[in-house]
């Protein structure tokens, strides 16, 4: 059962580059979640999507987009990186009233 | 006032001994609450759900106190390999969104 995973786990970009970080989880959840955690900060919630086909916002949407074309993955978009975005981003997973499972993270270095 | 707030810590608590956090929460709507453990540059595991006759599993016990709007975890005998960060989240069904603390550190000294 692999849970949510994530790919890549690790990527350095250059500034103005783009990509795009894939979540995919096989426990059918209605819920999935983009976050970023930076060094020694807690979790801030980037997108979330409660279905497939949507999408909404969380605290820190800019410089980002998502989709969420089929119900097992949800897909972050940077489409010009910059040093700010560099961060640990985590894909979670979720049904109504039950807790989030997280994907091991990627690590994303902008220089 | 933060939505969810957590003692940041550390906790510095020798090898053995019992622990406990604390987690307040603001709005009383909250209706799922959940406890969550983060190992440096891991991603956040979910511990336990908190009911509200409270449950235990093995040494970690979590309660809720809905009429003072707050959660609580209990560690007995603590291990080494407790030392974590720990992460308390709370969720209203109306709304999708997860409200994290900023977590406890917690580091066992042998």
């Known amino acids: 059962n692999a849970g949510v995973t994530q790919t890549p786990k690790f990527r350095v970009l250059k500034t103005g580059q783009s990509m795009t970080l894939l979540c995919a989880q096989d426990?059918?959840?209605?819920?999935m979640y983009w976050y970023r955690q930076d060094p020694g900060m807690g979790l801030r919630l980037i997108h979330y999507?409660?279905?497939?086909?949507?999408?909404a916002k969380g605290e820190v949407p800019d410089g980002y987009n998502v989709s969420r074309l089929k119900k097992q993955n949800f897909l972050l978009g940077l489409e010009s990186a910059a040093p700010s975005q560099t961060s640990v981003y985590f894909c979670?997973?979720?049904?109504?009233?039950?807790?989030?499972?997280f994907g091991q993270g990627t690590r994303l270095t902008v220089v | 006032r933060k939505e969810v707030e957590q003692d940041p810590g550390p906790f510095n608590v020798p090898e053995g001994a019992t622990v406990a956090f604390n987690c307040t929460y603001s709005?009383?709507?909250?209706?799922?609450f959940f406890w969550y453990r983060q190992d440096c540059r891991k991603e956040p595991k979910l511990l336990m759900s908190?009911?509200?006759?409270?449950n235990e599993d093995g040494r970690f016990t979590a309660q809720l106190n809905r009429a003072s709007q707050y959660i609580s975890l209990l560690i007995r005998d603590s291990k080494l390999s407790d030392s974590a960060t720990y992460l308390c989240?709370?969720?209203?069904?109306?709304?999708?969104?997860?409200?994290w603390g900023a977590g406890t550190k917690l580091i066992i000294k042998p």
């Open positions: 979670a997973s979720r049904d109504r009233q039950d807790g989030a499972f």
């Open positions: 426990m059918n959840h209605e819920y």
């Open positions: 999507s409660v279905g497939e086909g949507t999408t």
């Open positions: 709005n009383s709507a909250s209706q799922s």
């Open positions: 908190v009911y509200s006759s409270g």
């Open positions: 989240v709370v969720n209203m069904d109306s709304n999708y969104q997860l409200i």
